[in-house]
Each structure stands twice: as C-alpha cells, then as structure tokens.
C-alpha cells in the first residue's frame, strides 16, 4: 500500500475549497513560508490588538478563516457540515489561551461541558477535547510535577483543577463522547500524566473515553506507555492515547540548558518519527487495551499505519483508530483517507478572533520552522490551481 501515492489527489484534498478560498491559502502559505514576513507580522498584530485598532476584519478574512471554524460553536456549523459530507470530522477546540483567574478556568470549563452537549446530537462531532492549562494554571501543574508541597490556597485550587477533570470526563462517558486532553511542557506534564490516569482509570472500564496526549519528541514516552499498560491490565481499565510529535521543542531544550538538566527532546527529527512510529506500531499491536489517535501531518508515518492496518486485518472504520489534522492544513492526507473510509477528524479551533490571535501566531511559526511542511502545501495548492486552469 505504502508504495500507491494515496495523498496526491488535490481534487478530492481541496474539494471544498472555492477557486478564491485556493488562492487565499496560497498566498496564507507563500508569507508564512517568509520568516522575517512571520516575525515582523506577530509584532504588528500584537501592536495593533494593544492600541485597539480595528484589525479583527483583516485577520479574520485572511489567517483567521484559514486556520479557525469561527468565533462560536454555532458558527463552526457549516464548516463542520461541509467537512463531514466529505467524511471528515470535527473536534472542536476553543482555543483561547494564556487567562490564569479562576473564572477563566471554569468558563474554560464550562465551554468544554457545552461542546460535549453539542457533540452528542452531532454525528459529525465524536469527539471533544481540552487543554489542562485552560483548567489550571500552570504553576500548580509544575509544583504538582516537581513535587513542591502547595499552600492552602494551592490546594484549593488544585482541587477545583481535578473538580473540573472529572466533570467533564464525567460528562463524557455520559453522553459517549471520547475526550482527548491535550500535552504541556514537560514541567507539567508528569501531574497532568497523573491525573488523566486517574480519569481513565475510572471512566474508562467499559471501553476508552478519556485519552491523554504523548508528545513523541520526547525521548521518555514509550517507556511511559509501556507501564501503563501493564497498570491497565493490572486495574482493568483501556487506555486512549492521542499521539503526536510535540509543540514546545525550542522551549524545552532552552530551559533544559538553562537549567543544566538533559533535555527530555530526542536528539534528532529522525529519532522522533521513529519515537513516533514505534508508539503508533505498539498501540495497534495492543489495540485490545489501547486506542489511538495518530495526530500527524507526516505521511510516512500514515502509511506506516495503514500498513499496519491492513496487515493485523483491522477495519478502516474500527473506532479505536483515528488519524487527526489540524484544521486548514494537510488537507490532502485528511480527505484522501476519509475517502478510503478512514476514521478522520480535523481539530477545529474557535473563539473570538483576539482572543485566539496566540494560537494563530503559533501555527504560524510552526508552519515557519517545520521543515518542508510549508512547501508541501504550496506544493499541493499550486498543482490543484493548475488542475483546475486545465
């Protein structure tokens, strides 16, 4: 299979795109593939949001529209409509961040239960998710991690974070709706390991509902994995995870050096896709405790699974394994699988456009860095252009 090229048929990967949405993504990708353009642009953005000048139209027409669903879950409807009459679903995800009060934590909250509610009379929307800084604040997953007892007040406040887990994944299991939780950085990621364990291990018994997120960079995760596999087996309880290859990696090796501690990142790109397949090939050889979610815009590593797949006899629509995307980016790996009949759900971000202005900026200068993924979608993008020219 891994030798059919199953990703480069621009038709059905942009069939949804109108010939000016086409030409909007290309020249989105064209500046985005300048990183001084991306550098000098955040400053602007984050000048002109600070004095309060009117840019909410010029984002929104342009890096907005491209990289969110909308400002609601109301308004995410037609994309999420559009999308699943091709086969590809929907996990929306509210994508405000960086707001450390306590109302934040439980508006963040409460957003999560009304996607959950959204999502169980939404075919389209089987899964929901959430970010744990978006119900915490961070120095209390640090301190929890570093194992620095909290003052009273901390506790307090740790135990509203855990109060808040447990509705939602209660929630959850009620409505069945699979939960991802995403990663942090490594400093916070051990108390937040802890507590999605805690989560499975009570609202996952009958099947998974609740998954943690393992970002593969990390040199550490399979060896995680692997133990708690055998504290499932040991508890009876599946494990869902979501994996990816990492967010935080200049921030990770930079505090590590900082610190003089070594660095949890693995020590090349190529050690991570291997990090990353190997996680994929473990889940789907224990795929009777653990489902996946194969967050990645990596074809290699898509092939690898649907080799996998096709070799162990598991179903395309098994639900114990899905391939993620963030939406408006790797449209060709999404819609080309859906239309083989793979499990597909493209991550959704919604929120007011000011209010989701970090995350754009951070995609932006993912899309900056990461090698070759800018140039991939240009690639892709100019040669359906011209496709539909002929």
């Known amino acids: 299979m891994s030798t059919e090229r199953l990703f480069d048929n621009t038709e059905i990967a942009f069939s949804l795109k109108s010939n000016s949405e086409l030409n909007?993504?290309?020249?989105?990708?064209?500046?985005?593939?300048?990183?001084?353009?991306?550098?000098?642009?955040?400053?602007?953005?984050?000048?002109?949001?600070?004095?309060?000048?009117?840019?909410?139209?010029?984002?929104?027409?342009?890096?907005?529209?491209?990289?969110?669903?909308?400002?609601?879950?109301k308004d995410c409807i037609p994309v999420i409509d559009s999308m699943y009459e091709k086969g590809v679903s929907s996990v929306l995800d509210f994508s405000v961040e960086g707001k450390e009060v306590e109302s934040f934590f439980d508006a963040a909250m409460d957003k999560t239960l009304e996607i959950i509610n959204f999502s169980q009379n939404k075919e389209a929307m089987p899964i929901a998710v959430f970010k744990p800084t978006g119900f915490g604040k961070?120095?209390?997953?640090?301190?929890?991690?570093?194992?620095?007892?909290?003052?009273?007040?901390?506790?307090?406040?740790?135990?509203?974070?855990?109060?808040?887990?447990?509705?939602?994944?209660?929630?959850?299991?009620?409505?069945?709706?699979?939960?991802?939780?995403?990663?942090?950085?490594?400093?916070?990621?051990?108390?937040?390991?802890?507590?999605?364990?805690?989560?499975?291990?009570?609202?996952?018994?009958?099947?998974?509902?609740?998954?943690?997120?393992?970002?593969?960079?990390?040199?550490?995760?399979?060896?995680?994995?692997?133990?708690?596999?055998?504290?499932?087996?040991?508890?009876?309880?599946?494990?869902?995870?979501?994996?990816?290859?990492?967010?935080?990696?200049?921030?990770?090796?930079?505090?590590?050096?900082?610190?003089?501690?070594?660095?949890?990142?693995?020590?090349?790109?190529?050690?991570?896709?291997?990090?990353?397949?190997d996680a994929a090939q473990f889940i789907l050889g224990h795929l009777e405790v653990i489902s996946l979610f194969a967050g990645t815009h990596n074809e290699a590593s898509c092939y690898l699974i649907l080799d996998m797949m096709k070799e162990k006899g598991i179903a395309k629509t098994d639900n114990r394994v899905w391939f993620g995307q963030l939406y408006g980016m790797s449209d060709h790996i999404s819609f080309n699988l859906a239309n083989l009949g793979y499990n597909v759900a493209k991550y959704v971000p919604f929120g007011p456009v000011k209010d989701v202005l970090p995350y754009l900026i951070r995609r932006a200068e993912e899309n900056t860095s990461v090698a070759g993924q800018t140039g991939r979608e240009l690639m892709l993008l100019a040669k359906e252009k011209n496709r539909r020219k002929s």
């Open 138 to 277: 961070p120095i209390l997953y640090e301190k929890k991690s570093e194992g620095v007892a909290f003052t009273p007040e901390e506790q307090e406040q740790w135990n509203r974070i855990e109060a808040r887990y447990d509705k939602v994944c209660k929630l959850a299991k009620e409505k069945d709706v699979e939960l991802l939780i995403d990663a942090e950085e490594s400093w916070m990621q051990k108390s937040v390991d802890e507590l999605v364990t805690k989560m499975m291990q009570h609202y996952n018994k009958e099947k998974p509902v609740v998954y943690n997120t393992l970002q593969m960079y990390r040199h550490d995760r399979m060896d995680f994995m692997k133990k708690e596999l055998v504290h499932a087996k040991e508890n009876g309880y599946f494990l869902g995870y979501k994996i990816v290859r990492g967010a935080y990696m200049e921030k990770e090796n930079e505090r590590a050096t900082k610190k003089g501690y070594p660095t949890p990142i693995c020590e090349s790109k190529a050690a991570t896709d291997e990090n990353f397949n």
């Open 24 to 73: 909007r993504a290309y020249l989105l990708f064209k500046m985005i593939s300048y990183e001084p353009l991306v550098k000098v642009g955040k400053v602007l953005t984050n000048f002109a949001i600070k004095a309060n000048l009117p840019v909410d139209s010029v984002i929104r027409a342009t890096v907005f529209d491209h990289f969110c669903g909308g400002i609601s879950e």
